[in-house]
T-cell receptor, first 117, second 110 residues
Framework: NAGVMQNPRHLVRRRGQEARLRCSPM?????VYWYRQLPEEGLKFMVY????????ESGMPKERFSAEFPKEGPSILRIQQVVRGDSAAYFC???????????????FGEGSWLTVV | QKEVEQNSGPLSVPEGAIASLNCTYS??????FFWYRQYSGKSPELIMS????GDKEDGRFTAQLNKASQYVSLLIRDSQPSDSATYLC??????????FGKGTTLSVSS
């Protein structure tokens, strides 16, 4: 049973370019979460999606960032016109249900490391 | 604004000792509590989850939850150098995403 798959694992973009990060949740999981981790910082929640719906985007920067989780295919985190401050590790996680109660938790992918030069 | 607070450390303990990691949270209606371990350059890995007041033991790990004090802790017995990592406390309410603390760095010396 494959885990949460993220790609690319490493991505280098020049300032002003677009970055697209992809996440395929674990089989049977319909809830996806994106987190960002800056160097020497903790995990910051960005967005929570269910198939075709954004449930909570309270952690997303208001500009340049967007996320989607279409009916078919992986979830995409898109960063337009990247700046050096966007350099970070972006982690995707998935869960089978919304309620993180006993027996249900979220599982993380290996992360995508974005470097903006 | 929901907050999860952890002492950033580093917490240094000798091999074989007990490491005690602490976490407080601000949202009183939080329901589920998790401890993750993260090695440098790697993704977080779930160690323990706890949902009820009291202690929960799993091998060398014990999680303790006190909802009245809004406090959750992780004890690691017989600490090993391989336990050296950053430990992340995470909290959530039903239907919301996990909110993480900044993590405590643990260093176990041999």
């Amino acid at each position: 049973n494959a885990g949460v798959m993220q790609n690319p694992r490493h991505l280098v973009r020049r300032r002003g370019q677009e970055a697209r990060l992809r996440c395929s949740p674990m089989k049977g999981h319909s809830h996806v979460y994106w987190y960002r981790q800056l160097p020497e910082e903790g995990l910051k929640f960005m967005v929570y999606l269910q198939k075709e719906n954004i449930i909570d985007e309270s952690g997303m920067p208001k500009e340049r960032f967007s996320a989607e989780f279409p009916k078919e295919g992986p979830s995409i985190l898109r960063i337009q016109q990247v700046v050096r401050g966007d350099s970070a590790a972006y982690f995707c996680a998935s869960s089978p249900y919304a309620a993180l109660t006993s027996g249900n938790t979220i599982y993380f992918g290996e992360g995508s490391w974005l470097t903006v030069v | 604004q929901k907050e999860v607070e952890q002492n950033s450390g580093p917490l240094s303990v000798p091999e074989g000792a007990i490491a005690s990691l602490n976490c407080t949270y601000s949202d009183r209606v939080s329901q589920s509590f998790f401890w993750y371990r993260q090695y440098s350059g790697k993704s977080p890995e779930l160690i323990m989850s706890i949902y009820s007041n009291g202690d929960k033991e799993d091998g060398r790990f014990t999680a303790q939850l006190n909802k009245a004090s809004q406090y959750v802790s992780l004890l690691i017995r017989d600490s090993q150098p391989s336990d050296s990592a950053t430990y992340l406390c995470a909290v959530n309410q039903a239907g919301t995403a996990l909110i993480f603390g900044k993590g405590t760095t643990l260093s176990v010396s041999s």
